[in-house]
T-cell receptor
């Protein structure tokens, strides 16, 4: 079955520290990969996406992610976090086809402390 | 350009009542999706419209849920009668034809059934 795994439900980190949020997906021939962010009391905002091409993709707010096909992973990274990065982060996968619905991980709550 | 909008932002109803959620997609986006996040669970796909036609409704939980998109513009999702387990956040997303892999989400409607 198609699935997306975010192993860490919560990640606490101090301000200006680096962070990595992990995402693994069940293998498929072709996938489109996304990270969305939900700030407190707001909706889902697209952070970055991988459709094809370079495996390192850069998104908004200094975030980047690397597509690793052999490890079926799409981990999200930021070298130095800010208090304002406190939010819930969702990894999502489109396994292709005409339907186009996304399969989401359970989310990772990033808490940045001063 | 306006993003995806949803109304209401919050709704509190009693078990057995009816609730109708509305979604206005980004102008020109023919694809419209409904998703739901039940507390503590992952965001799950409900259904997908292409213009006014239902492309995929495999995620609809049961026949108490009715989605419509008359005229291919805004969409409504009606829950009748509502049950306690219907509580959660209902998200709407839209995408362009030809770029349907990239979905833009609305702020969500938080539904609480008492």
């Amino acid at each position: 079955a198609q699935s997306v795994t975010q192993l860490d439900s919560q990640v606490p980190v101090f301000e200006e520290a680096p962070v990595e949020l992990r995402c693994n997906y069940s293998s498929s021939v072709s996938v489109y990969l996304f990270w969305y962010v939900q700030y407190p009391n707001q909706g889902l905002q697209l952070l970055l996406k991988y459709l094809s091409g370079s495996t390192l993709v850069k998104g908004i707010n200094g975030f980047e992610a690397e597509f690793n096909k052999s490890q079926t992973s799409f981990h999200l990274r930021k070298p130095s976090v800010h208090i304002s990065d406190t939010a819930e982060y969702f990894c999502a996968v489109n396994y292709g086809g005409s339907q186009g619905n996304l399969i989401f991980g359970k989310g990772t709550k990033l808490s940045v402390k001063p | 350009e306006a993003g995806v909008t949803q109304f209401p932002s919050h709704s509190v109803i009693e078990k057995g009542q009816t609730v109708t959620l509305r979604c206005d997609p980004i102008s020109g986006h023919d694809n419209l999706y409904w998703y739901r996040r039940v507390m503590g669970k992952e965001i799950k796909f409900l259904l997908h419209f292409v213009k006014e036609s239902k492309q995929d409704e495999s995620g609809m939980p049961n026949n108490r849920f009715l989605a419509e998109r008359t005229g291919g513009t805004y969409s409504t999702l009606k829950v009748q009668p509502a049950e306690l387990e219907d509580s959660g956040v209902y998200f709407c997303a839209s995408s362009q034809v030809g770029h349907q892999e990239t979905q833009y989400f609305g702020p969500g409607t938080r539904l609480l059934v008492l």
